[in-house]
């Protein structure tokens, strides 16, 4: 089966993560796939798509909006005669509703990547997914919350969860290597608290931020990590007392390429979101700090409450609660029993529904689908 795949970029981010495991999992699932991968960006930063066997192409834009990209990309459908067309970022989607309009191939829209509260037809992620709609065969989102938060049309509407490859977490560095990298001389009973997410205005690193200068204030066996960059990061910095960075109670990472290393040496892993700005679809953040052993303390709302279980296999707070957040933390510094058991749950739970063979299996139930004479998927199948 051949399948041409589009995204605007191959940045760290969430979409960018998903299609990679994908790939891998097409790749590894002992079926006839051709996959060709076309990135309409020069910025790639999961290196380990060189090393994938796949056909890539970078279709570089002249701008975001270029007009000439809906004729190149109808020529790549036209040489390469794909049997499904799969997109995964909105502006690809609109290029490819162009550029399909004759071959009229079975064409997989999957952007529904986040589940905002208010949508209207002034976002511009809400406009781009209705009038790519009539061009669409299916939509695949990556939570429930996604689906019901841009309304596509139900009979066209799927949900697969995040396909996670466990083996990332084989071979890590050596625990004791990154602690005394990050934390240089702590004690053993250090409590690690990280998150990991871009530092944007999407995600409320501010909440957790206070929090940590609050808590590390009194009490000295609290660290945490904060992993990732972007431009909300060095106003958040500034705000965090010298004696706290000098410390190495609280640490700002950047971005790290060895990011299931690092979580071998947290206790519990946090990923607030500003509900305002954003609501999380189905978080890789969160799902690779679980799949670690480690619970998740996450702010409620969209994908989210389809993976963190409260009280099972982390904690749900309020947005912006940075008191719920300190008492939650406290609780488990408190409780190391507590958090074991979280923890296990935490593994146990995105084994049981994210691993990325079964994923890529679902992927391939609806490839083979939409191939048939009459491949149409009539209802939605969300697992």
Request: hydrophobic share 40%.
């Amino acid at each position: 089966m051949k399948i041409l795949m589009v995204i605007d970029s191959l940045g760290k981010g969430g979409k960018e993560r998903r299609m990679i495991e994908l790939v891998k999992g097409l790749t590894r699932s002992g079926n006839d796939f051709d996959l060709f991968l076309v990135i309409l960006s020069e910025n790639i930063e999961y290196k380990q798509v060189y090393e994938l066997p796949v056909k890539l192409h970078i279709l570089k834009r002249k701008f975001k909006k270029d007009p000439t990209i809906p004729f190149k990309l109808k020529k790549i459908i036209t040489r390469f005669n794909p049997d499904i067309i799969h997109s995964w970022s909105t502006m690809s989607s609109i290029y490819l509703s162009m550029a399909n309009l004759f071959s009229r191939k079975p064409f997989i829209n999957g952007v529904l990547a986040d589940a905002p509260r208010h949508l209207n037809i002034f976002d511009s992620q809400y406009l781009r997914v209705k009038l790519t709609t009539p061009f669409t065969d299916l939509f695949i989102s990556n939570s429930k919350a996604g689906i019901r938060s841009y309304k596509t049309p139900e009979k066209k509407s799927v949900c697969i969860y995040n396909g996670l490859d466990f083996g990332r977490f084989d071979n890590l560095r050596p625990a004791a290597e990154l602690k005394a990298e990050l934390l240089g001389n702590k004690p053993d009973d250090q409590f690690v608290i990280a998150m990991v997410a871009t530092f944007n205005k999407r995600k409320d690193y501010e909440s957790v931020v206070n929090t940590a200068v609050a808590m590390c204030a009194i009490n000295p066996l609290l660290t945490f990590i904060f992993i990732g960059a972007g431009p909300t990061l060095p106003v958040l910095k500034e705000k965090v007392p010298e004696s706290l960075l000098s410390g190495k109670q609280i640490v700002f990472t950047g971005k790290r390429d060895d990011v299931e290393s690092i979580l071998q040496i947290i206790d519990v892993g946090v990923l607030l979101s500003v509900a305002e700005n954003h609501q999380e679809g189905v978080s890789n953040s969160i799902i690779e700090t679980m799949a670690s052993g480690k619970p998740v303390i996450a702010s409620r709302g969209g994908g989210t409450e389809e993976v963190v279980i409260d009280n099972y296999n982390g904690y749900l707070i309020d947005p912006h609660s940075e008191r719920q957040l300190a008492e939650k933390i406290d609780e488990l510094f408190a409780d190391k029993k507590h958090l074991l058991e979280l923890g296990k749950n935490a593994r146990r739970f995105v084994q049981e529904n994210f691993e990325l063979g079964r994923k890529t299996a679902e992927y391939i139930d609806i490839y083979n689908v939409l191939t048939q004479p009459a491949g149409k998927i009539s209802a939605p199948r969300n697992k």
